[in-house]
């Protein structure tokens, strides 16, 4: 009788443990601070067919972004991470609809929000911008974003450069926008003009992030520095080595240093870099029945690839973005990459059968050792992983473009931690996950660990089905597949995301 009220007792003990692990979510209800956003450049190309430049900057406008035709209503995407993005309206928000001239129009640049595109709001220009800012953060945004060209407006001419730019940032502080994408103009590759604005903005602007792009050293003393555009088809090894080249520099001042690996988002969390979002839930062909050529179907088809950005998005809750300048180590071991090219799967210009290649580093990691990757086969994932300054790692395993397949091979990998308490993500295909830890787990019996799709609310006890040795776990590739994608949305199409805890 008295073993039996044992074993009921410990019976009760274990259903309540995993009553209380499938209460808790590992996942933080906050949203994230990191500089995360979502463009409308490719969704302004979309509901033209990306008829021309002329047409996409046409899209911008107020009926599409805040209204609700066939292909408008922009400001209802991704209703799950918005409180995480900012929303940034990208080319031509500032230029009258009417007679648009090209990359030439004397008003690009003005950085006014034009009446004409957006009739709603009324007033002075402060005014005008804030009603903007305030709605976008009303439907549930961080908040407000703005493309910028990196230029004065030449309908300006006779006022000076100096007192532009700092009635601009004044302006933006007071109207509530938070980020600003200095893209190409005339000034783009102007050394002195960037840094001025970046510094310049931490003064009259405190609350906006500014982000450069085109010269690799302008990371040194930018709040955040864009790998700029790929092709989606061979995107992943140009994005990886991009990011590589970029790790090393040191920051300047109060630069924050962050790199946006633009829609990569199981990169952005590999390497602790930010996610800036393009892919949007319009899937299938273009309005005019011709195939999407910026998310083409025949490589990762990425507008069914949704919940990868949310998984990402929502692990920068458990783990922020942080700079260059922190330890980085690269592998001397390349991967090539190619993809023979079929008609319709590029924006960029290519002759029917031409091979696009790319190559990048096999293995990334920043603040910790390289992983062991137990497979040298040419077809293995890129192999990236990040120990976070809160303690936190992620580790990403990336699918490869070979000839006319995407592969995502899993290989067993090995990855070294100092803290056995600190939340571990684990993004794309991986085989078995060995976790080998700097000291000694305990030996108690009370020892948890749990796991959550990162899409999901909850997380749920795996500790029968990880196998536990004094200084290490092994997750067995099933449990990190069946996990990562347990809160799955029917058809979308991303690779597992998970975080895992010990307690």
């Known amino acids: 009788m008295r073993t039996l009220k044992i074993c009921m007792i410990l019976a009760s003990l274990l259903s309540l443990q995993l009553s209380w692990a499938q209460g808790l979510s590992l996942v933080p209800t906050k949203p994230s601070a990191a500089p995360d956003y979502f463009c409308t450049w490719n969704i302004q190309g979309y509901v033209n067919s990306y008829a021309s430049s002329e047409r996409m900057r046409q899209e911008m406008n107020e009926s599409n972004v805040l209204g609700r035709g066939a292909f408008g209503n922009w400001v209802n995407f991704y209703p799950s991470v918005r409180s995480d993005l900012y929303f940034v309206l990208d080319d031509s928000w500032d ?14 640049g003005l950085l006014e929000l034009d009446a004409t595109r957006f009739p709603s709001f009324k007033g002075t220009p402060v005014q005008r911008m804030k009603g903007l800012a305030d709605s976008i953060v009303a439907c549930g945004w961080k908040g407000l974003g703005l493309w910028v060209a990196a230029q004065k407006a030449a309908q ?3 006022e000076d450069e100096t007192t ?5 940032l004044r302006e933006m502080e007071a109207a509530g926008v938070r980020y600003w994408k200095v893209d190409w103009g005339r000034r783009d590759r102007d050394d002195d003009f960037r840094r001025k604005l970046a510094v310049d903005a931490r003064t ?5 992030m500014v982000e450069n792009a085109m010269k690799n050293e302008y990371v040194a003393f930018s709040d955040a520095f864009r790998t700029y555009d790929v092709e989606n088809i061979i995107a992943q090894p140009v994005t990886i080595d991009r990011v590589a080249r970029l790790l090393p520099f040191s920051r300047s001042g109060e630069a924050r240093g962050l790199i946006n690996c633009e829609d990569e988002p199981y990169i952005a969390v590999g390497l602790g870099c930010a996610i800036g979002v393009m892919r949007h839930p319009f899937v299938g062909t273009l309005p005019d029945g011709r195939p999407d050529d910026v998310f083409p179907t025949a490589v990762r088809n ?9 998984r990402a998005v929502r692990w920068h809750r458990i783990a922020e973005p942080f700079g260059v300048n922190a330890d980085c180590r690269v592998d001397n071991v390349r991967l090539h990459d190619y993809w023979t090219y079929h008609q319709g799967e590029s924006w960029a210009p290519h002759n029917e059968g031409e091979a696009v290649r790319a190559d990048a580093p096999a293995r990334i990691s920043r603040r910790m050792p390289l992983p062991e990757v137990m497979s040298s086969d040419d077809d293995r994932p890129y192999i990236l992983a990040s120990r976070y300054p809160n303690g ?3 580790l990403a395993a990336i699918g490869r473009t070979l000839d006319r397949s995407y592969v995502s091979r899993p290989v067993d990998v090995r990855i070294e931690i100092d803290d056995w308490q600190a ?3 684990l993004f794309g295909v991986l085989g078995n996950v060995t976790i080998h830890f700097a000291s000694p787990l305990p030996t108690t019996n009370r020892l948890r660990v749990l796991a959550q799709d990162l899409k999901a609310e909850r997380a749920i006890d795996v500790t029968a089905q990880v196998r536990i040795l004094p200084d290490r776990i ?4 099933t449990l990190v597949r069946r996990v990562g994608l347990s809160a799955a949305t029917p058809g979308d199409l991303s690779d597992p995301g998970l975080v895992i805890q010990l307690r």
């Not at 230029?95 to 690009?108: L, R």
């Not at 532009?164 to 601009?168: D, E, G, I, L, Y």
Request: hydrophobic share 45%.
């Open 204 to 208: 009259l602007a405190p609350h906006l």
């Open 164 to 168: 532009f730019w700092h009635k601009r």
């Open 474 to 477: 092994i997750l067995p590739a």
């Open 95 to 108: 230029i009258p609809a009417e007679g648009y001239q090209g990359s030439d129009h004397p008003a690009i």
């Open 423 to 425: 939340p571990i993500g």
């Open 156 to 158: 300006l001419s006779d």
């Open 302 to 310: 990425l507008k069914c690839r949704l919940d990868e950005v949310v």
């Open 392 to 394: 936190a790692t992620a």
